[in-house]
T-cell receptor
Framework: GAGVSQSPSNKVTEKGKDVELRCDPI?????LYWYRQSLGQGLEFLIY????????KSGLPSDRFSAERTGGSVSTLTIQRTQQEDSAVYLC???????????FGSGTRLTVV | AQTVTQSQPEMSVQEAETVTLSCTYD???????LFWYKQPPSRQMILVIR??????QNATENRFSVNFQKAAKSFSLKISDSQLGDAAMYFC???????????????FGKGTHLIIQP
């Protein structure tokens, strides 16, 4: 597609429920990143996929967070047993090459009540 | 680990005037990339300008230019002839030039909220 697409745009969930956030990167972009942006903060790196290689999960805050990327394209970020501190905007970005800049989606605003 | 510091949480400028947003970073690497991103209320991060550390010439994109001081580890953004549409959060970001550095993606500052006064 023309840009990075994320869905849903907004998600309200009850504490303890699981949620899935989706990212559809730009076609041909081999690198895909997930970031978390908490209120008034910068962006926190979560996870990185490069092609079909094993992802770098070093930024995931806890084992309740996981992500997968199917066929080197669409990615899903899953948060299990959501907590109120998980409330944030989750941004996805893709890149053709490391120094070329990243194209971001519009994010998913997650609210845990 | 690299760090990026934006010391101005908020800046305000009159429409049509010039404003400079500051950014400093800390790294031991010699090869890296620096970026400025704009985030309007729509939440989408939009690339404003990028600079390769090995290039001495400051990057310029229309009304946006940077003052890259490698020795001082400073990377400020100048916006000339400010327009109402420039109002947004601006984030400075760093990325290692090392191929394996892709694992960490971009390191962001906490952002500067730019207000444009009509």
């Amino acid at each position: 597609g023309a840009g990075v697409s994320q869905s849903p745009s907004n998600k309200v969930t009850e504490k303890g429920k699981d949620v899935e956030l989706r990212c559809d990167p730009i076609s041909g972009h081999t690198a895909l990143y997930w970031y978390r942006q908490s209120l008034g903060q910068g962006l926190e790196f979560l996870i990185y996929f490069q092609g079909n290689s094993a992802p770098d999960k070093s930024g995931l805050p806890s084992d309740r967070f996981s992500a997968e990327r199917t066929g080197g394209s669409v990615s899903t970020l899953t948060i299990q047993r959501t907590q109120q501190e998980d409330s944030a905007v989750y941004l996805c970005a893709s890149s053709l090459a490391p120094g070329k800049g990243y194209t971001f989606g519009s994010g998913t605003r997650l609210t845990v009540v | 680990a690299q760090t990026v510091t934006q010391s101005q949480p908020e800046m305000s400028v009159q429409e049509a005037e010039t404003v400079t947003l500051s950014c400093t970073y800390d790294t031991s690497e010699s090869d890296y990339y620096l970026f400025w991103y704009k985030q309007p209320p729509s939440r989408q991060m939009i690339l404003v300008i990028r600079q390769e550390a090995y290039k001495q010439q400051n990057a310029t994109e229309n009304r946006f230019s940077v003052n890259f001081q490698k020795a001082a580890k400073s990377f400020s953004l100048k916006i000339s002839d400010s327009q109402l549409g420039d109002a947004a959060m601006y984030f400075c970001a760093y990325r290692s030039g090392w191929e394996g550095g892709g694992a960490d993606g971009l390191t962001f500052g906490k952002g500067t909220h730019l207000i444009i006064q009509p």
